[in-house]
């Protein structure tokens, strides 16, 4: 099976030329100007910006456990409609990713049932519990990428310190989830003027950075690869960048809902503005975004968090943290940050490409001859309109419902098979 796809801007090399690429199988086969190759099927990409699709590192399938919030067939849709060809699963799960069997499930049931590729980070801890070591060798054998006790934090430092150093023997990551829970106490938001107006317990922001600065130094001893996720705050920043100043092996993602939303978005009582790290005053969200253009922060990630209605139309202190994030990723950032001048589309574009690929070494996704066909094809003329209707997700707990975005995906392909076309 061939597929010509002509006359687009394609990302190469951090920059939008005009070319074409032929696709054979499950492979790119060609890329040049004006290729005149045989094929099944001709795209005329004119106007649009093909780009290597999407990767996401942190996303929340629920599968197994939790599968009225989400599963992977429509966890892997939603993410196709919105550009992505790779997702990071995290194991929060019920049970949770903490042995090869449940890591081998996720594994069967993408390869066999989903719309992107999809790659299992493991626990840290059984159970997630926070007390005992997970079988970390026998999930790497069988292909996990990276560790973790996401949506949790390990509050004993002696046992993260076990876990990093037992991580640092196979080459795994470890990603945290950084929150000091006697700081962090049953808050709601964001400890600041907003959370005060609204009485609201509010979560500060020292119970991120705290945690941080312990993971950092225990990541010096262990000499392990520390990744912080959904980083939110200026102070963590300068943590980071003060660790990678002295060579450390650290890297940070960030939430598109941090980038482009503060913690004045509660005061609608909306509870999809509430998630953990919450939602920050303007001057850390103004210091994500100039990280994010510098490269202090390293890429770009969802933290899709499905939960169903009844749970978020909850009292606002009831209702469980987290929002989707798929379908409106790419559309949010182009809208908010690239149209308004605060990021490029260049840079944009490689913190959700090529960037998440370096940042846990995975295989290359570049447009390049040999690669696998793993494109996701933009119009940027066009909009996107988030309509709960139109969501693949199962859940719908967007803070963007009702809104019409700048941009849209109008095709993805993974392995060379399309996955999503408008």
């Given amino acids: 099976m061939k597929t010509l796809i002509k006359n687009a801007s394609i990302y190469l090399d951090g920059k939008f030329v005009k070319q074409d690429v032929l696709i054979e199988d499950e492979l790119i086969s060609k890329i040049g100007p004006k290729l005149r190759d045989a094929a ?77 590729k999809v790659l299992v980070i493991g626990a840290m801890t059984k159970h997630l519990g926070g007390e005992e070591l997970s079988e970390m060798a026998t999930m790497k054998a069988g292909g996990i990428i990276a560790v973790t006790d996401d949506g949790k934090c390990v509050q ?17 990551p470890v990603i945290i989830h950084a929150e000091d829970y006697s700081l962090a106490g049953k808050g709601q938001i964001h400890a600041g003027k907003i959370a005060s107006q609204l009485g609201f317990s509010g979560i500060p922001a020292l119970a991120e950075e705290v945690i941080i600065a312990r993971d950092i130094m225990l990541a010096a001893n262990a000499k392990v690869h520390l990744h912080v996720a959904h980083i939110s705050t200026a102070k963590s920043l300068q943590l980071v960048r003060e660790a990678k100043a002295e060579g450390l092996a650290i890297t940070c993602e960030v939430t598109p809902h941090h980038l482009t939303l503060t913690e004045e978005a509660c005061l609608s009582f909306d509870t999809n503005t509430k998630m953990k ?41 009831h209702a469980p943290f987290g929002i ?22 260049e840079r944009l574009v490689e913190s959700m490409t090529s960037a998440p690929v370096k940042t846990m070494r995975l295989p290359d996704n570049a447009i390049a001859a040999g690669n696998p066909a793993d494109l996701v094809l933009l119009d940027l003329n066009a909009s996107t309109v988030v309509d709960p209707d139109s969501i693949l997700s199962k859940s719908k707990n967007s803070p963007w419902l009702g809104t019409e975005l700048k941009s849209k995906i109008v095709r993805t392909i993974c392995g060379g098979r399309t996955t999503w076309e408008a």
């Fill in 277 to 317: 790290p919450p939602l920050r005053p303007d001057n850390d969200r103004r210091a994500l975004i100039d990280a994010l253009r510098e490269g202090l922060i390293d890429c770009v990630a969802t933290d899709h968090a499905p939960h169903a209605d009844f749970e978020k139309e909850r009292e606002f202190d």
């Fill in 324 to 345: 989707i994030g798929f379908e409106t990723a790419f559309p949010v950032l182009y809208d908010k940050l690239v149209t308004t001048g605060l990021l490029s589309l």
């Fill in 40 to 116: 099944d099927n001709t795209v005329d990409a004119s106007g649009k910006h093909l780009c290597p699709g999407f990767v996401d590192l942190h996303s929340h399938l629920r599968d197994p456990g939790q599968t009225y919030k989400e599963d992977i067939v429509t966890g892997t849709r939603s993410a196709a409609k919105g550009g992505f060809t790779t997702v990071c699963a995290m194991p929060n799960t019920e049970p949770a990713v903490d042995n090869i069997a449940t890591v081998e499930y996720i594994q069967r049931r993408a390869k066999d049932l989903g719309y992107c």
């Fill in 156 to 172: 004993n430092a002696r046992l993260m310190l076990s876990c990093m150093k037992y991580a640092s023997n196979f080459n795994l």
